[in-house]
């Protein structure tokens, strides 16, 4: 099916499935799954869906919200969310994606079992797997090929497992690109504190000078740059969802004084925090 939604782009299309009863009872199954490309403006925002959602990230980069708390990830990284509960995801610069919402009698377990020890943003030990996988679900579907239930459970099953074994199994030709990951991290959890270059650098076990090189060559942007566009998703967040005063939401996104914030803002968004507020974006 091709998607009509504000900001995706033609040749985006999913496919939605139901589940006989007992593949219900029995294995993961797909609800839906698409591959979407997503351009400047995208915004969802959902108090549920009742599935899972895995999506991989395969361009660009897109923003992740999960309670209060606002991530950033990238090309090669994975987003495992519980749809049950509110969530929201968007990007300012486009990205492209493969994207699953499963469920299952163990899709629960599996979830919390790797979000509790390794986040909602997983940078997935073999990626090049884990695509070929959620393609081949993918493909299924638009194939319209004859869905073998029993199959599709065990495709997913190897995407969770190999989430789940992630940390044991890096190799140490990776340590640079842990290190890059480890930065996004720390700027993702402590975004609202002072960070500094160094600080990054040393977490990622590498030079200033080239930590900056790395970081940028793997996301596309420098590390200053990631970190306030962090801020900015969570100040924008905040702006949408909440009643607090542009003041708070600044000191709150990490900014220093509310002139500064706004200053930033506007040269972003083209637009006011107060203005934003108010508008449909």
Not at 62 to 73: D, I, Y
Not at 103 to 122: C, H, N, Q
Not at 197 to 213: C, G, M, N, T, V
Request: charged content about 20%.
């Amino acid at each position: 099916m091709i998607s009509y939604e504000t900001h995706i782009l033609p040749n985006s299309d999913y496919y939605v499935y139901t589940p006989s009863t007992l593949a219900k009872k029995l294995f993961f199954y797909p609800i839906c799954i698409g591959s979407f490309r997503y351009e400047s403006g995208y915004r969802l925002a959902r108090d549920s869906y009742d599935s899972f959602l895995m999506m991989y990230i395969l361009k660009g980069t897109c923003f992740v919200t999960v309670g209060s708390h606002t991530m950033q990830a990238m090309a090669g990284q994975l987003i495992f969310l519980d749809c049950y509960a509110p969530h929201a995801y968007g990007t300012d610069s486009g990205f492209e994606a493969l994207w699953i919402h499963f469920d299952g009698p163990m899709a629960r377990i599996f979830y919390e079992t790797i979000v509790s020890e390794k986040g909602s943003l997983l940078y997935p030990t073999h990626p090049d797997a884990i695509h070929r996988s959620l393609y081949h679900i993918y493909d299924t579907f638009r194939s319209r090929a004859p869905i073998a239930e029993d199959q599709i459970s065990g495709t997913i099953t190897n995407i969770l497992s190999d989430l789940l074994s992630s940390e044991k199994t890096q190799q140490v030709s990776g340590k640079t690109q842990i290190g890059i990951s480890e930065a996004i991290s720390h700027i993702n959890k402590y975004f609202y504190k002072s960070i500094t270059l160094q600080e990054l650098a040393d977490i990622a076990a590498l030079s200033p000078y080239y930590f900056s090189r790395v970081f940028a060559r793997e996301t596309g942007m420098t590390p200053h740059k990631y970190l306030i566009s962090t801020r900015m998703a969570n100040a924008k967040f905040l702006l949408k969802t909440s009643q607090m005063s542009v003041k708070e939401i600044a000191i709150r996104s990490g900014f220093s004084d509310e002139s500064g914030f706004c200053t930033a803002f506007k040269k972003q968004e083209g637009m006011t925090p107060k203005e934003y507020r108010s508008s449909n974006c």
